[in-house]
């Protein structure tokens, strides 16, 4: 018999055989995480240029970061980030198959700086279950876990620790198809949402400009969404016109460009304090163009990899204009060199990817992995 828990609440409401198993992260596991993150297995086709000027050389920052540096000058003041936090909890059997139940946490929240003062803003934590579709006995109701999510939420009104489930989600799998990622994929999903709310509220209520950008942490390349959908990136697509998205982490060898040549050489022999040419990037599953290009701000003897120490950098082409000429090369240059004096302090020897780290990142990530409840305790909710 199982013991009082939220998997009996499961079991007795689904009509579901449960099955205890080891309980680990998901994202302990590269293969499910590189397949549910955004882009992170996709080709990046640069087609055409993505700025203003016919660049076609490396470009050196040097001077112009120094000259920031003197003025005493950065034109970053907002920096945000969203993460997830995804568990295999146990399985269930349904009709003589098993499926894995998942549960996870997305923490999403943004820091701001002034007068060299960082000061955090609002952290947005949510918990899910997820089930699959044959829990849902009749397959016809438009919220089939109303009443298990009453009852799994009784539940946790008894425990100590102030946790509540915000929703329960369903996947469905074909036969090639793996359940993990699936999961894996609907939370994500939620975090990307979350992530998409808090941008318009931060750029509504903050008022970003172009002596204030928002960093967000990791790719802006958010998929297309229903056009109902007020928060869809295309939707909000003005909200993003003093927002860049920086990554710490890409495959340059999925970069390809017009004639078909890897990228990966072009950013792995990037000279320090410079960056490439920017380019044009438009992914079909997003909808919208990006000026996407590659600063590095770490020495490479410094490191472990040729592709340490730089940062992947992309801007929206949220107007006509920007569509048609690209994004200004100045813009550029100026974001870039603000960029490259962001890289210290280093939080060497606190994270594995100090290279590509720049601080104030940092201390958002460290800021909302605060929150997180430990995968010991929030495993043993259930």
Known sequence: MIRDSILKVISEETGGDIYSTGRYCIDDFSDAQMRARNVSSRKINFKKRGETRNTTEYVNLKPAAEQLSTENESFFSYFLDGSRHVYKIADVGYDSTVYPIVAGQIGVGFCARENKVMSAGKCVMKNYIVLPAAADKDGRSKDPFKKLLSRVQDYCAKLPLGICFDEILRYSVGKEEDALTKATALIQDKMIQS?????????????????????????????????????SFSNI???????????????????????KSRASSIIAN???????????????RVGEEFAVWYVRIRETRLTQSPFDGVLKIEKVLWNEEEKRAGLDSDTINTLSASLI????PCCYGSDTRWANHIYPVYITERYIKSHYLSPQVFTSIF
């Open 341 to 344: 004096n962001e890289r210290n």
């Open 270 to 284: 990037l000279p320090l304090y410079s960056r490439t040419p920017a380019y044009r990037y438009a992914p079909e």
């Open 237 to 259: 697509l003005n909200h993003f016109k003093f927002v860049v998205g920086v990554s710490k982490s890409f495959n340059a060898d999925l970069a390809e460009m017009s004639d």
């Open 195 to 231: 992530e998409l709310a808090t941008v318009k509220a931060l750029v509504e209520a903050e008022e970003p400009n172009d002596k204030k950008y928002l960093i967000k942490d990791g790719s802006l390349e958010y998929p297309r969404q229903s056009e109902k959908n007020q928060n």
